[in-house]
């Protein structure tokens, strides 16, 4: 499906999709670093409870949207942008 | 995304990013039009646009309401952080330029700037759509040109700009089809 084809509900959807996983995907050196250099050198600062200190729970909060956002804009149908199942 | 921006913002090694401030409440704008907008295009067309004003006003005035301070105005964050030491190519010219007094009134100045230009783009809500797009697209962009590496707070800020404008193109015809009926 071309751009001029899609609802206009699609492409203001992919238009914000494509700006908020360029960001991602420019972030990703400086996330692995600091993901690499929390895992390296724990910081134990008592305001953050362990969990919220944990470097791998950084590194799937960074990643994990990375799958959902390419994969909508691989194919933006209505399934994917709302992730329910497609029919 | 809204989850995981959530989780990021509150982090010990991320809680200082502002960027997922913007993309925790873009994330909440396109599950509106994933949900919402689909199930009522049309509806969407005449609210979306107001919603990503509503939201470009609310992150321009946070980025504000932060600045409001005497050292904001005076411009000592922006001199210390930016005008006298950062490598960004601008600062790096303008310090080869200027000498220091100049530099620092030059850092007074632009902060000054700064904070009445934030400020003055929670107005953004109250424009007509495409007029607001084109604004908060040049806000952004002047954001991003003036210091490098805020590329990751002005990217969802145009991105929702161009949303915010492909819903009221669409919502046009439809209005003016309305009115010659």
Request: charged share 15%.
């Amino acid at each position: 499906m071309t751009w001029r084809e899609m609802s206009p509900v699609t492409r203001a959807f992919l238009g914000l999709a494509v700006a908020i996983c360029g960001v991602r995907l420019l972030l990703i050196k400086q996330y692995c670093l600091i993901i690499a250099v929390a895992a390296a050198v724990p910081l134990h600062d008592h305001f953050f409870p362990a969990l919220l200190r944990q470097p791998a729970l950084l590194a799937a909060a960074f990643f994990a949207p990375l799958w959902t956002e390419l994969q909508v804009l691989l194919r933006p149908t209505a399934g994917r942008m709302n992730g329910t199942p497609s029919p | 995304m809204t989850l995981s921006a959530a989780v990021l913002l509150v982090h010990q090694a991320s809680y200082f990013f502002a960027t997922w401030i913007v993309v925790f409440w873009a994330g909440r704008f396109l599950a509106w039009l994933a949900w919402s907008g689909m199930a009522d295009p049309e509806g969407a067309g005449r609210k979306g646009p107001f919603l990503a004003q509503l939201l470009t006003a609310f992150w321009f005035l946070g980025g504000a309401a932060g600045k409001w301070t005497a050292g904001y105005w005076a411009g000592e964050p922006f001199h210390d952080l930016f005008f006298a030491h950062h490598p960004y190519a601008v600062y790096a010219l303008l310090r080869a330029w200027l000498d220091p007094e100049a530099l620092r009134v030059v850092a007074t100045w632009f902060s000054r700037g700064v904070v009445v230009v934030e400020t003055a783009m929670a107005g953004v809500a109250f424009l007509p759509a495409r007029v607001a797009s084109t604004v908060s697209i040049a806000a952004a962009l002047g954001m991003w040109l003036s210091t490098g590496d805020l590329y990751d707070v002005a990217g969802p800020v145009i991105g929702t700009a161009l949303a915010a404008r492909i819903l009221a193109a669409a919502a046009r015809p439809e209005i003016a089809g309305r009115r010659e009926r």
